[in-house]
């Protein structure tokens, strides 16, 4: 068993915590080394340091620590302000290695808009009235206000730890605008006859891609992830368990646990992969693989601006993006009349709330003998009852 420093822990695989107490504050503070012996060894000679320039009263925070957001509430310069710029720099930058790569994307986007609104404000200026004003005056829909708000509300509590600020502006608060009318959340499937047409633009690996794209539902970061291992030939269904897009350099896992799902093969699904075995089967890895590369596709963007657009150029298909064909799979299970808990399932949702809402316009009214299977099975028990 390793030694054990005081005020020092592994905090992660690649990194290490050190605590200590700095103007009657507890601090904690990562470095980017591994846990190994001798680097918690290290760590425990910077925490030593860092003890002796606080004790001698040379230590300078933002010297020692610079992209830590605290360093902002020990500035050393009189008079410095924290503007809302400095902070969710500082912020955005320390979120890195704490968040997955495309999250982290997202959040860095959401920070941008941030800043060119707000930045040059002194941080405790930032009060909920101006919030408000911005966010009212934005033309989109709730969704993304909402993912507007969650980093930034994110962003705002950890100042108020830091005690950079005494309250959180959007504590307990998410800004919604009642007057947007909803658009079914631009669900615009794709008919048979234009499936038909796209997939006549294709041959092979793409094709097969695209056939498998139609009748499975998968997100298109999903399908660049799966791999023959996934694949169960015998029950007639694969797993979802990890998803790529272009924002990482190696496919992640879902971010939701319904995600990570099973589906079931339905014939044109399962023809798709039988024609790609010739292709990849035998390499034992992803599924479907980039042909211009013979390597599995980076993410979506290279299979949408690659094929995807090209196509529907040639065929003539009004333009819509690929994740038009998961809207598309649904619908086409709805209007079967299949059941909205199984599509859901299938879809990776947690409930069939989201099919009712953004599909139900393709869920079947009650059809005439609607009810009538369940009469016969429970009238004939009733018979044999009092037979």
């Keep these: 068993m390793g030694r054990v420093y005081d005020g020092v822990a592994a905090a992660s695989d690649t990194s290490i915590e050190i605590t200590f107490t700095y103007r009657r504050v507890r601090c904690r503070e990562r470095l980017k080394l591994k846990p190994t012996p001798a680097n918690l060894k290290r760590a425990s000679q910077h925490r030593a340091a860092v003890l002796d320039a606080i004790v001698k009263g040379t230590f300078n925070y933002a010297a020692t620590f610079p992209d830590s957001p605290r360093r902002l509430q020990f500035a050393e310069r009189p008079g410095e302000v924290i503007t809302v710029e400095r902070y969710l720099e500082g912020w955005i930058k320390q979120r890195k290695n704490q968040l997955k790569a495309s999250t982290w994307r997202d959040y860095r986007k959401i920070v941008t808009i941030v800043i060119a609104q707000f930045g040059t ?3 405790t200026e930032l009060k909920r009235p101006a919030l408000k004003d911005w966010l009212s005056a934005m033309d989109c829909g709730n969704k993304r206000l909402a993912n507007i708000q969650s980093p930034l509300r994110q962003a705002l509590h950890d100042a108020v730890m830091d005690e950079l600020l005494e309250t959180n502006p959007m ?10 009318i909803k658009e079914d959340d631009d669900v615009d499937p794709f008919s048979i006859e234009e499936e038909g047409l796209i997939l006549k633009q294709f041959i092979d690996q793409v094709r097969n891609m ?3 794209f139609f009748w499975t539902g998968l997100r ?7 791999r023959w291992g996934d694949i169960d030939w015998q029950r007639g269904e694969f797993k979802v368990n990890r998803a790529k897009t272009q924002a990482a350099n190696e496919a992640e896992v ?4 319904p995600s990570r799902r099973t589906v079931k093969l339905l014939p044109p699904a399962m023809e798709a992969l039988v024609a790609q075995k010739v292709h990849t089967y035998l390499a034992g890895q992803e599924v479907f693989h980039d042909p211009r590369t013979n390597a599995p596709w980076a993410g979506d963007q290279p299979i949408r601006e690659g094929f995807w657009v090209p ?3 040639r065929a003539k298909v009004r333009y819509r993006r690929p994740y038009q064909t998961r809207h598309t799979y649904a619908s086409r299970m709805l209007t079967a009349g299949e059941s909205p808990m199984w599509v859901a399932a299938q879809m990776g949702h947690s409930d069939w709330g989201m099919i009712r809402r953004v599909y139900g316009k ?4 009650a059809q005439p003998e609607a009810g009538m299977k369940a009469f016969a099975m429970f009238n004939a028990e009733k018979k044999e009852g009092t037979g």
């Design 121 to 123: 404000l002194n941080l």
């Design 171 to 180: 504590h307990e608060w998410t800004y919604k605008n009642k007057d947007i």
């Design 210 to 212: 695209f056939q498998f």
């Design 220 to 226: 298109t970061s999903e399908l660049a992830a799966l």
């Design 254 to 257: 879902p971010k939701t646990e």
């Design 311 to 313: 196509a529907l150029r």
């Design 362 to 365: 393709w869920i079947p009214d």
